[in-house]
């Protein structure tokens, strides 16, 4: 899943980004709600991580706000606040769950799970992939290629999850070091092509049209 996270302490943002990161996903951060509101309305997450308690607009008044605007994408709260008085607020304000401070991260984990099974179910939030022939299930963690399976290492599977949500257009290494690296990468290192080889190896290898493609002196395309 691509999931934005939206937490003004460094300590707790840094270790529910490890999570998620080591589980596959792709995390976007924002330390403040002014900045969270900006990426939340003009980026498309399949979750969103939202503290409470936030500097420039607190996490209740960005909920109300994306909510007003039609945006549905489900939200996982988080507070320090943990009377039923304050759930309750949170929850009428539009999350779907809500988390106490402290929590372990399995249970984050979990109940992001079920906010996307519950996606899932009323068919709001997209739990698969498809891109021609290739296929990418994003609770299961697998994926396809004209119905065989793909053996994908995490890092692989965001690479292909990011190029399939981009199909058809031009990804920069700019673009895969913001998204999949998150620039913990000099940009000049090869570790892009690398990745991008391996990956290319394991979706095109014994098929006929290849679907990952190097556009010189530009980036990458995913598409047939």
């Known amino acids: 899943m691509r999931i934005l996270l939206v937490e003004d302490d460094t300590h707790i943002a840094a270790f529910i980004a490890k999570g998620l990161k080591e589980d596959g996903h792709s995390v976007d951060h924002a330390d403040n709600g002014k900045d969270g509101l900006f990426l939340a309305t003009t980026e498309s997450y399949d979750a969103l991580v939202l503290d409470r308690m936030l500097p420039a607009l607190d996490g209740l008044t960005l909920l109300r706000t994306l909510r007003g605007a039609g945006n549905r994408t489900p939200v996982l709260m988080l507070t320090a606040l943990g009377d039923v008085d304050h759930r309750v607020e949170g929850l009428r304000a539009g999350a779907e769950d809500y988390l106490v401070k402290p929590f372990a991260y399995a249970e984050l984990s979990a109940r992001l799970d079920s906010l996307a099974r519950r996606g899932a179910a009323g068919g709001e939030l997209p739990t698969r992939l498809k891109v021609g022939e290739l296929e990418l299930d994003l609770l299961k963690r697998s994926a396809l290629r004209a119905g065989k399976a793909i053996e994908l290492q995490p890092r692989e599977f965001r690479l292909l999850e990011y190029l399939m949500r981009q199909a058809g257009r031009v990804v920069t290494r700019t673009m895969l070091l913001e998204a999949v690296w998150d620039y913990h990468f000099d940009p000049q290192t090869n ?32 598409g047939e």
């Open 191 to 222: 570790v892009i092509d690398v990745h991008v080889s391996r990956l290319r190896q394991k979706i095109d290898q014994g098929f006929e049209t290849p679907m990952l493609h190097t556009v010189r002196g530009a980036g990458y395309r995913l």
